[in-house]
C-alpha cells in the first residue's frame, strides 16, 4: 500500500491532466518552436478567446510547466523544459520502483 500512496503522491495527476490538455498541448508546441512569446502573440495564433488562452497559460504556469516574466506592462510565457524533463524522471522512476516491487 506504501508503494501505491508514493505512486499516486509522485503521478502529480493534476500537473499530467494539464500538461497534456490539446489546447494546452498545442500552446506548449508553439512555445516550443517560437520561444518566449507574450499574451498577444501566443493567442493570435489560436482560435479560442485571448481570455481563454490566458487562463491556460496561468494553469499552466501554476503548474510550472511554462515560465512567466513581466517586463513593464508585458507578460511573456516560456517553457519551464527543466522542470518538465524533471517531472517526467521523477514520475518514470517512481513507476520503475512501483512495477519492480509490485507483488502478482
Excluded: W
Amino acid at each position: 500500500m506504501e508503494n501505491q500512496n508514493n505512486l499516486f503522491e509522485c503521478g502529480d495527476f493534476e500537473f499530467y491532466k494539464t500538461l497534456f490538455d490539446p489546447v494546452r498541448s498545442e500552446i506548449l508546441k508553439f512555445l516550443a518552436i517560437n520561444g518566449k512569446k507574450n499574451i498577444t502573440e501566443i493567442a493570435k495564433n489560436f482560435t479560442q478567446d485571448r481570455s481563454v488562452i490566458s487562463r491556460h497559460l496561468e494553469l499552466m504556469n501554476r503548474y510550472k510547466i511554462l515560465n512567466k516574466e513581466k517586463l513593464n506592462r508585458i507578460t511573456f510565457y516560456e517553457i519551464n523544459s527543466e522542470y518538465i524533463l524533471e517531472k517526467f524522471e521523477t514520475t518514470t522512476n517512481t513507476l520503475k520502483e512501483y512495477i519492480k516491487n509490485k507483488v502478482y
